[in-house]
């Protein structure tokens, strides 16, 4: 079964950058479509990015376009989420998920394995 291992959040000052590691343990990463959810307390969990597995293919939410990138290195079993030109609004909660479908952009019901979140704090 696959796990998916985050790291790399912690505390930064608004303008200041982060990246993010999804490691997959157990299994391949391959085929599988990853992405980037948040979760502020008492909020719905949103996503964030999405990179497919051919192709390279990504999608990010308006929120964190052009400040935000997503990567994967399949030799690596990783996926990464460079974070730029953060602000306060980017704290929280940062999950990586995988899912067989595409459509894991548009519905986070159908992620079939979840990482246990890395927190992710703008602040000065």
């Known amino acids: 079964q696959l796990q998916l291992v985050e790291s790399g959040g912690g505390l930064v000052q608004p303008g200041g950058s982060l990246r993010l590691t999804c490691e997959a343990t157990k299994y391949t990463l391959d085929y599988y479509t990853i992405g980037w959810f948040r979760q502020v307390l008492g909020k719905e969990r949103e996503f964030v990015a999405a990179?497919?597995?051919?192709?390279?293919?990504?999608a990010y939410a308006d929120s964190v376009k052009g400040r935000f990138a997503v990567s994967r290195d399949n030799a690596k079993n990783t996926v990464y989420l460079q974070m730029n030109s953060l602000k306060s609004e980017d704290t929280a909660v940062y999950y990586c998920a995988a899912s067989s479908t595409w459509d894991l952009i548009h519905s986070k019901a159908v992620a079939a394995y979840w990482g246990q979140g890395t927190q992710v704090t703008v602040s000065s």
């Open positions: 990179v497919r597995w051919d192709h390279g293919v990504t």
